[in-house]
């Protein structure tokens, strides 16, 4: 039982060494999370003025502050379900510009970005009409075939659609915000 105390000791002994010589996180933690809520209020108040707002901090505590602002100005970049989205996703892009301070890697994925939320739109926009015209030739075809005349029909009424919509939207989605993670990751590391 000694030997198992003086084992439990030295691991007690080695975990409060590791602690104190691991760096205080949590001034960083308090820095990234005012950074965040800096963000959050300029997202939510078009008037807020980022770089202004860097500015009440030391160089060193900007840092940690810059990186908080930009976590929260990307995780509102998402794709554009409704037009709501699409403005704060577009203001969440320019709150990154202003913090990038004119660097031209963050500025190139930046454009990317933003080329991205453009395409989506289209892109779904073209994937739900080829698929509409699809299921129309499709049940048009079956009306024919039973000797009937090919009606104008409505192919939201067929219940294949609405499950290839949604298996669909589900690729693209996928497809767009992997690409949209990508940079957004490069982003974050730049800062």
Known sequence: MAEIKSTMEMVLERAARMAEAAPDVSDNDDLLKEGMK?????????????????????????????????????????????????????????GILTLSQNNHEIQTICQELGQILNQYGQHKEQSTQQLQEAIKAQLQQQQMARGMEADDVNPAMHPKYNEELTRMLMNLNNQYNDAMNQRKEMILQLF
């Open 38 to 94: 800096l963000a959050a209020e300029y997202l939510k108040d078009k008037e807020t003025d980022l770089q202004a707002s860097l500015g009440a901090y030391g160089a060193k505590d900007q840092i940690d502050v810059k990186k908080g602002m930009a976590k929260t100005l990307l995780r509102n970049i998402v794709l554009p379900r409704d037009e709501e989205l699409q403005l704060s996703g577009q203001n969440a892009l320019q």
